[in-house]
C-alpha cells in the first residue's frame, strides 16, 4: 500500500487533497458544541419544552433509542455521567422497546439522519406507551414527522445539512440537555468541552508538524501497522471506539479496540501473537517472515483514572512494540471526551490522506441503505 506522506508535512497540499473538507469540519466542532449547546436561545419552541420537561420531575429511567451515531450518544452519556446519573440510562437501537419502558420513563431519539425505519418503529412504540418523548432530529424527516404526530418534542438539529457522520456533537449535546434538565445527570459545561475541541483542533492542524501532531502520529501507526487503540477510562473507551470507526469510514482500514479491564480477557494476547513475535529485532523482515504487518498500540487514556495504565504502557513496551499514549487531561468528563473524539477524527482524516481515499470511500455504507430502503 503506498502511502502519501508528503501530505503530513504540506498544509495547503493537504487540504486540497481533502475530499470534502473533512478537516475543516472537524476543526468546527467547538463552534458545533456551543451552537448545540445554545438551542434555548435559537429554538423558543425547545426552550419551552424544556421548561415543561423540568417540570414533570425526575423519570424512572432515561431510553436513548438510536444506533450508530445515536448509540455512541448513549454510550457517551452513560460514561460522562458515571455514578452522578440518578437514574438508569438505558440504550435501545430499535425497533423494540424492553417491555418495562412505559409512562414513568423518559425516552429521548438521536438521529442524525431521522430516517431509520428501526428507530421509527421504537418511537412509535413509545408514544403508544405513553412516554415522554423528546427527539433530536432533522425537522424534516421521517423521525421528524412521526415525533409530532405522537405529540413528542422535537429538538431540531442545528446543522442538519452537515455531512452525517459529523454530526455526533450535534445530537449529542441536545441529548444531555434534556437529560440534565429531567434532572438524570448533573448541569454540564458544554462552554469547556468546546475549548476542549478548540485545543485538540490548534494541536492537530495540518500545518503541525507530525512529529508534535498527535492525529498525524497516531494515523502514521494505523497505516504502516496492524493497530489496536485501547482505552483507560468509560470516555476513553468511547472515543476509542469512535478511532476504530472513523478508521474504517474515512480509510477503509481495520482497527481493533477494546478497554480496560477486559484488555486482560483477551487483547494482550495481540502482544504474544505472530505480529508482536520478534518486532523488537531490528533485523526482521516482515515480507520474508510471511507477514507485511506488525501490531502496534494507541492508547487513549483519562489522567488519573485507572492505576493499571502504567502497567499496560510497560508491557506493551517491554515488548518493543509501538506505542502512543494520548492523555486527555481536562478535569470535566465531558471536556475530555471532546478533546479525544476530536484528536480520533482528525487521526481518521489524515489516514484517508496517507492511503489516498478517494470521495467514492463508503459508497457500500450508502448501497447497504439503499438496498435495505427497498
Known sequence: MELHEELLDDAEAAERADHGGTLRLIAATGARIRR??????????????????????????LIVIGYGTGATVARLLTAVAGAAATVPIVSVPGPALPGWVGP?????????????????????EAGRRGCRIIAVAPTISPIGDLCKQIRGTLIAMADDVAPVWSRLWSIAVPTFIAAETAGVIPPQRYDAAASAADEAAIRCRPSQEPFVNPAKEIALRFAESAPAVWASGQVAAVAAERMADQAALRAGLPVTHAALPDLGRGQFGLLDGPLAAGSGDIFRDPFEDGVDRTAAVVLLAEDGVDPRLSVVENLVRDRGIPLTVLTAEQP??????AHLIAVAD?????????????????????????????
Open 36 to 61: 448545540a449547546a445554545a438551542l434555548r436561545e435559537f429554538d423558543p419552541m425547545a426552550d419551552e419544552a424544556l421548561r415543561a420537561l423540568a417540570g414533570e420531575g425526575r423519570p424512572r429511567a
Open 104 to 124: 414513568l420513563d423518559l425516552v429521548v431519539v438521536a438521529s442524525t439522519a431521522g430516517r431509520a425505519p428501526e428507530i421509527s418503529a421504537a418511537l412509535a
Open 332 to 337: 470535566d468528563p465531558l471536556a475530555r471526551a
Open 346 to 374: 482528525f487521526a481518521a482524516a489524515y489516514l484517508a490522506l496517507l492511503v489516498g481515499s478517494g470521495p467514492d470511500q463508503g459508497r457500500t455504507i450508502d448501497e447497504y441503505r439503499l438496498r435495505t430502503a427497498q
